[in-house]
């Protein structure tokens, strides 16, 4: 259960900073999130959100959660 919760608030969390500042992070562009990983995530919960979000898109499952984003995030 504790995943499942991690994951609903992580593809609702906004980003804080840079270009994509305010876009949840689900709807990041992929080549974004993977750059993050490449060149590390944040320490903190964005960074474990922002590894769960690459985990995500890696395996395809945006469209499969999107009805999942709350409506003032879309």
């Known amino acids: 259960m504790h995943d499942q919760q991690a994951l609903l608030k992580a593809i609702n969390t906004k980003?804080?900073?840079g270009k994509y500042a305010g876009?949840?992070?689900l709807?990041?562009?992929e080549p974004y999130v993977v750059w993050?990983?490449?060149k590390g995530f944040p320490s903190g919960?964005?960074?474990e959100q922002l590894a769960m979000?690459?985990?995500v898109k890696?395996?395809?499952l945006e469209q499969v959660l999107m009805p999942?984003?709350?409506p003032h995030t879309r």
Do not use: A, H, R, V
Request: overall charge positive; aromatic content about 12%; cysteine-free.
């Open 15 to 17: 980003m804080p900073f």
């Open 23 to 25: 876009t949840p992070l």
């Open 27 to 29: 709807l990041l562009p």
């Open 36 to 38: 993050f990983k490449q």
């Open 45 to 47: 919960p964005l960074g």
């Open 53 to 55: 979000i690459y985990e």
């Open 58 to 60: 890696l395996n395809g």
């Open 68 to 70: 999942l984003l709350k």
